[in-house]
Every structure is written in structure tokens, then in C-alpha cells.
């Protein structure tokens, strides 16, 4: 065993059968396991869907999941107000914020509220796409998806979808909007 440098946390899992070094995979404690997550930094994005009314969250779970074909997934919490409109949606739009975009973050992250009339009461714009998916402006990119799997996933629902249009942002300069260890932030150039 290698000493732990200070100021580090040693994570370790229970002795057991199964494997070479005599260790078995067991559950993390969860606080252990959000402190660890911190660390990860991740591109914020926007889902939206379309219904009466819209719904749309801020999500840091995006990534791509395969090219050929074009695939792409974001995480939603069972508990979500999102979910019921996501899970009846065929089409959804992810929008990648920029590094200004915070407030548009926080305004679509916020609980209990109507996030598409406070994003407008905020000055923000937004416009019905395909199938009245909301299409928010201003953004770094948007591509409009269509859902083909929802796949659960403990308290969540893994939500493939599909890239059937994309758009971007002219300006190559423009950065993202990250987060990380619980903070929004920009990326330096």
C-alpha cells in the first residue's frame, strides 16, 4: 500500500472473492462519493422539451455516445419535474451555454418555478423549433434530438437520443460555460 499524500482521501473497497488482488467492488458513501464528483469539471447545457407548458433543466451529465450513428445522452432525475415531459417527448433540444450564461444556468437548475417565464422576465429569448421543441437564443450550440431509449439508472433515467439538426455559434472565440466543484465557470483561451 502507497502512503496517501496529505490533504488526499484514500479510497478503498472491502476485501472480498472475485478478483486477483482479493478486493470486490462495494457501494461508496454517497458524500464521499458527490465530494469526488466535484472534482469533475463538465460542459453546463440546457434540455428542453415541448408541452403545456415547456419544460427545460440544466444538465451537466451531456456527452456524446457514438458517431456512426450520431448518438448523444443527458441524465434526469426520476423525482424531476422535467421528467413526465421528457419521458413523453420525441423530440428534446440541448443548448451548450456559454461562459456568460450563468444566470440562464441558474434559472433553468431553480426548483418550483416557471423557468421559461422567469428566463423571459430575465430578458432571455427563446423560439418554438421543430414540433414546438423551445429553442433558446443566444446559445454556443444547440442540436435538436430525437429521443430513441430511456435507460434507468438508479434514482435517474439516461435519455439517448438522436441528433436530427445542429446548429452553432458563429463567433470561434466563444467558450463554454463549465462547472465544477459546485461553481459556474469560464475556460481560458
Known sequence: MHPVPAGKVLLTRAPGPGRED??????IDSGLFRRVLRRH???????TAPGEPPTGFTAT?????????PL?????????????????AGLVAVHVLT????PVARTFAARGTDRFAAHAAAGGTWTPGPDGVP??????????????????????????????????HADSTATPLVYHDGAYLALDR
Open 22 to 27: 482479493g478486493v470486490t467492488a462495494t457501494a
Open 41 to 47: 469539471a463538465a460542459a453546463v447545457v440546457v434540455v
Open 135 to 168: 429553442l433558446l437564443d443566444d446559445v454556443l450550440a444547440v442540436l435538436i434530438c430525437e429521443v430513441v431509449n430511456h435507460v434507468e439508472a438508479g434514482d435517474h433515467v439516461i435519455v439517448v437520443a438522436s441528433p436530427v439538426h445542429a446548429t452553432h
Open 99 to 102: 461562459a456568460g450564461q450563468e
Open 61 to 69: 451529465s451531456f456527452t456524446s455516445v457514438s458517431l456512426d450513428p
Open 72 to 88: 448523444v445522452s443527458f441524465c434526469v432525475a426520476k423525482a424531476a419535474s422535467a421528467w413526465p415531459t421528457v419521458r413523453g
